[in-house]
């Protein structure tokens, strides 16, 4: 597509629930991020993942956070068991990998309330 | 990444100049500059990057000091949609892990 999609744009789910998050790159984008923003927070990294290496999962909160990215394109982010505190927005982002400067793109976000 | 510092806020009056400064004394030859903004309740959008040279597009300009150690991002005629939290970033080639600091919150007043 033109631009980095996620899915659902909202949703409100019971704590304990679990949740998954849906993350579309651009065609051709080998690297996708996560990204968390808490109201009135700064963008907290999750997880990276470029190509077929093993992702870098060091942003993850605790062991509830997994995510996938299925033939290097799809992204999903599974929360699981969810509390309170995991309510925010969930940002996506793409880039390519060329030599030089790769410039990430960023989906809409899907925000998250846990009630 | 190289670690950038930026003022926690700044002001600038409508259809001004606004001039947004970026410490990055770290940076090493071959990472690049750039500039992301996050409009409030959207997800952050690219503004500019740049190596060396002073770089310009349709919505910015960055100034980089030839020491490559600080550089400015200016709007040229700030308007009210141009506020927002605007992050400078340091960065090597390729696809890397991005982290982002804590930004420069630039409020335009009318």
């Known amino acids: 597509g033109a631009g980095v999609s996620q899915s659902p744009s909202n949703k409100v789910t019971e704590k304990g629930k679990d949740v998954e998050l849906r993350c579309d790159p651009i065609?051709?984008?080998?690297?996708l991020y996560w990204y968390r923003q808490s109201l009135g927070q700064g963008l907290e990294f999750l997880i990276y993942?470029?190509?077929?290496?093993?992702?870098?999962k060091s942003g993850l909160p605790s062991d509830r956070f997994s995510a996938e990215r299925t033939g290097g394109s799809v992204s999903t982010l599974t929360i699981q068991r969810t509390q309170q505190e995991d309510s925010a927005v969930y940002l996506c982002?793409?880039?390519?990998?060329?030599?030089?400067?790769?410039?990430?793109?960023f989906g809409a976000g899907s925000r998250l309330t846990v009630l | 990444d190289a670690k950038t510092t930026q003022p926690p806020s700044m002001d600038c009056a409508e259809g001004r100049a606004a001039n947004l400064p970026c410490n990055h004394s770290?940076?090493?030859?071959?990472?690049?500059v750039y500039w992301y903004r996050q409009i409030h309740s959207q997800g952050p959008q690219y503004i500019i990057h740049?190596?060396?040279n002073n770089e310009t597009n349709e919505m910015a300009s960055l100034i980089i000091t030839e020491d490559r150690k600080s550089s400015t991002l200016i709007l040229p005629h700030a308007t009210l949609r141009d506020t927002a939290v605007y992050y400078c970033?340091?960065?090597?080639?390729?696809?890397?892990?991005?982290?982002f600091g804590q930004g420069t919150r630039l409020t335009i007043n009318p």
């Open positions: 770290t940076i090493s030859g071959n990472e690049y």
């Open positions: 065609s051709g984008h080998t690297a």
């Open positions: 993942f470029q190509g077929n290496s093993a992702p870098d």
């Open positions: 740049g190596l060396k």
């Open positions: 970033i340091g960065r090597g080639t390729g696809a890397q892990k991005l982290v």
């Open positions: 982002a793409s880039s390519p990998n060329r030599a030089g400067a790769n410039v990430l793109t």
